[in-house]
């Protein structure tokens, strides 16, 4: 396989970029042309960032799973599409080649076919990191179904909202997953899902942990029987380029978590054509991204973009610290891995543990690392340089967001400079700027400001499920005719980005967004909390930790009201947004309109005991001292 469009010298970067916004359309035309089309299209883009409305290879018609898995049968079909880890390295690996991955989908597109699933219905995916995972999602994709995959690790609750809003009437899920020491019971926890809700009429379960589960009559079926009864071929679904190929549900700053819908043709042509170009891609190279297809990053970095490309993905089931914290570089050793994807969150637990976890395994195959999901901070930037990759291997630090579908602003591996702690340059096709408050693009080097972006890309998202005005307002509306991030962002002289966080209440913790509205929600749920604020402070290891500020009525023992919150949170949203520190307070910094003043709350979770900056404005100042002196 050959990528025409591969950027492979600074000047061709140079020169691609310049072109990309002289001639937008001419330039992505000509990425385009290099997948397989079951109808060309029309006409390259529609756009505008009012309503929005962004349409990308208009009247084109394609099947993402041809691209990613037919389109490789003849040239390379018995090489290896997915190497599978499991969790416990005592248990085989196994290897699925494009024919044998081929084969799974269209069987398993047959069994989703063969319970009711037609064009444009919603699958909801709820499964540990086994290939069968991958499958289901090739699987919709290959009839027209519209899948939303939930991270394991969401609560009944979290999945029965999801449900609800994507009117999702099916469920591919497992009898449970292995993650580290722990199995998770996935199927029980989509039991309790279901109990809530009464729109899902069929639930396809695969057996994995043996976990005793609970199945039905006539909503739940196992994966195997309905395999072993399913016909082998199935015809790839016409789409549409801009029908929707998935739903992912992501925080923002509201309560609510949002359904980002991605279309077909511009979101597979990005995520090919950014895994090429970000990780110099070469044919044969084995590619580990360590993220869970739960998030963005493994629909994007393990499924979508590398298979479209012919790559060969690594998958791993478990997590890096078992059964010991030398577990990604045994993985490495074991398959010579070529290219290594993780996040900063990872790598600065793996460096607490020491060197010698690393040092213990043969790491020469290394080629590239990368990292995503939050800002690096330049220690574990220089540790994985020296440790993992020798000195030897170019980091590329990728910053984008479930919005964009794809990387935005990165190094090319080994082809643009890297900078430590700097995401660096925007991709070919990406046209980012700096705003300023009252809405101007800030124009030089060396400047702070919002991160825009103020021209489509193909895999911009489309629109928030079942609410356009939710999409609009979110991203469109902060400043009129650019696509707002919600990235504060320093650019220096040399016009190098950083990311330095977000600017609005989404939190970041390990790499995973939260809305503090959110989990401030989940908290109020609990008996005798009457009000509630959270805020983030700088974590360790977490790189952001949750601090919630509770008033609560105090009638029982105050440890166990605060471990009985911490089981709310992981009851309401899941585990991941347990908040790190619980304050109990008898109120909360509000000004005078009932503002609660995070400002505040968020130096005193610092630590940051010093000028509180202007409190004349608050109801009560006093709240301040009180909140100051029970810090915990
Ligand atoms: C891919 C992903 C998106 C948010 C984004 C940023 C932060 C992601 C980087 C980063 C600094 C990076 N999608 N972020 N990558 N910040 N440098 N390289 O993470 O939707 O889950 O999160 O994550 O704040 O807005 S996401």
């Not at 700096?434 to 489509?456: A, H, Q, R, T, Y």
């Not at 962002?489 to 939190?507: A, F, S």
Request: aromatic share 10%; charged share 25%; glycine share 8%.
């Amino acid at each position: 396989m050959s990528y025409p469009y591969k950027i492979g010298s600074k000047e061709a970067y140079q020169a691609a970029w310049k072109r990309s916004v002289e001639d937008p359309e001419g330039f992505w035309a000509d990425v385009a042309g290099n997948f397989d089309w079951k109808k060309r299209w029309d006409k390259v883009l529609d756009w505008n960032f009012t309503e929005p409305n962004v349409k990308w290879f208009v009247g084109g018609k394609l099947n993402v799973t041809e691209n990613c898995l037919d389109r490789h049968l003849v040239e390379r079909g018995d090489e290896a599409a997915i190497i599978w880890e499991p969790n416990n390295p005592k248990e085989q690996y196994r290897t699925l080649s494009y024919t044998e991955l081929h084969a799974e989908v269209c069987r398993f597109a047959n069994v989703l076919k063969n319970n009711g699933v037609r064009k444009g219905d919603r699958v909801c995916i709820y499964m540990g990191m086994v290939p069968e995972l991958a499958i289901a999602v090739l699987a919709c994709a290959r009839i027209g179904a519209i899948h939303s995959v939930i991270f394991g690790g969401f609560s009944a609750k979290s999945i029965a909202d999801r449900l609800v809003d994507a009117q999702a009437e099916y469920i591919v899920t497992a009898d449970g997953a292995y993650r580290g020491a722990k199995d998770i019971p996935l199927k029980s926890v989509i039991d309790d899902a279901l109990d809530q809700v009464d729109i899902v009429k069929k639930v396809i379960v695969l057996l994995r942990t043996k976990t005793p589960v609970s199945m039905i009559k006539n909503r739940d079926v196992w994966w195997a029987d309905e395999m072993a009864r399913a016909d082998a071929a199935c015809p790839a679904e016409v789409m549409d380029a801009e029908d929707p190929l998935f739903i992912l549900y992501t925080s923002g700053s509201t309560g609510k978590p949002k359904g980002v819908v991605h279309s077909s043709g511009g979101y597979m042509v990005y995520a090919a054509y950014s895994f090429v170009n970000v990780f110099q891609y070469e044919p044969a190279q084995i590619h580990f991204c360590t993220a869970d297809i739960g998030w963005i990053t493994g629909h994007s970095y393990i499924v979508y973009g590398p298979l479209c490309a012919g790559a060969t993905v690594m998958m791993f089931e478990g997590i890096p610290t078992w059964p010991d914290a030398g577990r990604f570089w045994d993985i490495v050793d074991k398959h010579k891995v070529n290219i290594l994807y993780t996040a900063p969150t990872a790598i600065r637990s793996l460096m607490a543990y020491g060197t010698e976890w690393v040092d213990k395994h043969d790491l020469s195959s290394l080629r590239i690392l990368g990292s995503v999901g939050e800002p690096i901070n330049e220690e574990a930037w220089h540790w994985f340089d020296k440790h993992v990759g020798k000195g030897k291997c170019p980091i590329v630090d990728t910053w984008w967001q479930t919005e964009t579908g794809g990387i935005m602003i990165s190094n090319l591996a080994g082809v643009t400079p890297a900078k430590p702690s700097f995401a660096t340059l925007p991709l070919p096709g990406v046209q980012p700027v700096l705003m300023d408050e009252k809405g101007n693009e800030i124009e030089g080097n060396d400047v702070s400001g919002n991160l825009c972006i103020k021209f489509p890309w193909p895999s911009i998202i489309r629109t928030t499920y079942g609410d356009h005005e939710r999409c609009r307002a979110n991203y469109f509306a902060a400043y009129p005719n650019y696509y707002f991030t919600g990235d504060g962002c320093y650019m220096d002289v040399d016009g190098n980005y950083r990311i330095t966080g977000r600017v609005d209440d989404v939190l970041n913790v390990s790499g995973h967004r939260i809305g503090t509205a959110e989990v401030e929600n989940a908290i109020n749920m609990h008996e005798g909390v009457v009000e509630s604020a959270v805020v983030g402070y700088p974590h360790d290891l977490k790189g952001q930790g949750i601090y919630a500020y509770v008033i609560h009525d105090n009638t029982h023992d105050e440890e166990l009201t605060r471990q009985d919150i911490l089981q709310t949170v992981a009851r309401i949203i899941g585990p991941i947004a347990k908040p790190d520190k619980i304050q109990f307070v008898k109120g909360l910094p509000k000004t005078r309109s009932g503002k609660i003043m995070r400002r505040i709350l968020r130096k005193i979770a610092e630590g940051d005991m010093s000028n509180m900056g202007d409190t004349t404005t608050l109801l009560d100042p006093q709240v301040v001292d009180d909140i100051k002196e029970g810090k915990l």
